[in-house]
């Protein structure tokens, strides 16, 4: 496949994703939200400072090195390419990258507490464990990225991490795929502050993981 190919179908992913987190309902009033996806070993395509109304020739080309290759970004998004990057050079296995305010998560996020695994969902979209907290660092700094650097090593199976005092960084094979986290992870956190209040959310039993992907295996098949 072509360059252009590759990254045009990248783009529409993107725009896919996207809508599908408006859609969902799991966007943060200001619509905050910066998403990316894999090109090849040393590029990224990333939304230029905005995701509402976005269309697929707004993305720019972007080493992993921070240097604009195609296209314009603002300085939000331009300050957050470190960020995504390291996922990618941690992560072979990873196609997007995505990164919200998405409203209950960030609550975890800001009380700095890990947000169990504790919903079918969460386990079905590939967050089987409970979702690690990074320690604060200013925004795009290398505090920050060396945080999340950190925690994936130590983590190599999450696909996702809490930025404290700040938001959801959740990473997939694709854009679609990590949209789906995000709406589960959300969703997730949401069960978990509502169950707080009739007495606290629990644990799954004993072997849901492997049940559930039996059962996954079973309809695919």
Known sequence: MSD?????????????AAEM????GVMS???????????DGERLLLTPGFVRGLRPGQLATVGFDGQVLEGELQSVSAEIIAMHSAVYGARPDVGAVIHTHSPSATAFAVAHRPLPCR???MLRFGQAEDVPVVPW???????????????????????AVLLANHGLLAFGPDAAATARLVVAIEE?????????AIGGAVDF?????EAVRTAMARAAS
């Open 4 to 16: 252009e190919y590759v990254r045009n179908e990248r783009a529409d992913q993107l725009v896919e």
């Open 21 to 24: 987190l408006f859609a969902s």
């Open 29 to 39: 009033h200001s619509g905050h939200a910066n998403l990316s996806a894999r090109l």
């Open 119 to 121: 919903t079918e969902p």
């Open 137 to 159: 660092g200013p925004r795009g700094s290398d505090v920050s990225v060396r945080g999340v650097a950190d925690v994936l090593r130590r983590r190599p199976t999450t696909a």
């Open 188 to 196: 997730s956190a949401e069960a978990e502050i509502a169950a707080a």
């Open 205 to 209: 039993p004993p072997g849901a993981q």
